[in-house]
């Protein structure tokens, strides 16, 4: 069972299309990391977001953390190629299960050229 | 890259048959958290290591364990494998700033790839 539910589960697009992944939880966390993910490699961090309702911007992504700490954004304008991944959201856990991660399943993105 | 390293990349073994995966922290960081990722799943927290002691530990069972040398890097060991067993596994450094209340930022390596036949 996953701590963190994420939506879509897999999405295709064309090259020029924005697009937004959710990741949602019951659970207050007391920060929230994104990471990518290419096939048979670990995860690399794109962003940590700490503060609720905080909003951080990479580029052309952006990065929402909900004013509870239970939920997650990433928008990307106008994707490419090159962001073509596994995105997975990390909830970090508080007080006893302070120091470990709740990964959601992840969001396959396809981008087309 | 993120400076973690892992140790293999690739190994195939027998149920039954017992397994050590190894990994080197980044430098500078004092703290090893191991994770199981399944095909298609996102990664499942096993345990984590600070200051050479276990300091957490996800729904793994005895027969999944771990060690931290004084140099902070770290082994996982895993008994009498099963074929559920197989996955990737990752290891990801972190480093400890004491301060109450907040999860430190975790770096991950490539992962061991096990494949348990």
């Known amino acids: 069972t996953q701590l963190l539910e994420q939506s879509p589960q897999f999405l295709s697009i064309q090259e020029g299309e924005n697009l937004t992944v959710y990741c949602n939880s019951s659970?207050?966390?007391?920060?929230l990391q994104w990471y990518r993910q290419e096939p048979g490699e670990g995860p690399v961090l794109l962003v940590t977001?700490?503060?609720?309702?905080e909003v951080k911007k990479l580029k052309r992504l952006t990065f929402q953390f909900g004013d509870a700490r239970k939920d997650s954004s990433l928008h990307i304008t106008a994707a490419q190629p090159g962001d073509t991944g596994l995105y997975l959201c990390?909830?970090?856990?508080?007080?006893?299960?302070?120091?470990?991660?709740?990964f959601g399943r992840g969001t396959q993105l396809t981008v087309w050229p | 890259e993120t400076g973690v390293t892992q140790s293999p990349t690739h190994l195939i073994k027998t149920r039954g048959q017992q397994v050590t995966l190894r990994c080197s922290s980044q430098?500078?960081?004092?703290?090893v958290s191991w994770y199981q990722q399944a095909l298609g799943q996102g990664p499942q927290f096993i345990f984590q290591?600070?200051?050479?002691?276990?300091?957490g530990r996800g729904n793994f069972p005895p027969r999944f364990s771990g060690l931290q040398f004084p140099n902070y890097s770290s082994e996982l060991n895993v008994n009498a494998l099963e074929l559920d067993d197989s996955a990737l596994y990752l290891c990801?450094?972190?480093?400890?700033?004491?301060?109450?209340?907040?999860?430190?930022?975790?770096?991950f390596g490539p992962g061991t790839r096990l494949t348990v036949l």
């Open positions: 990801a450094s972190s480093l400890r700033s004491g301060g109450a209340g907040r999860a430190d930022t975790q770096y």
């Open positions: 659970s207050v966390f007391s920060s």
């Open positions: 977001v700490v503060t609720g309702g």
């Open positions: 990390a909830g970090a856990g508080r007080g006893s299960t302070l120091g470990r991660l709740y």
């Open positions: 430098s500078g960081h004092n703290t």
């Open positions: 290591y600070y200051r050479e002691e276990e300091n």
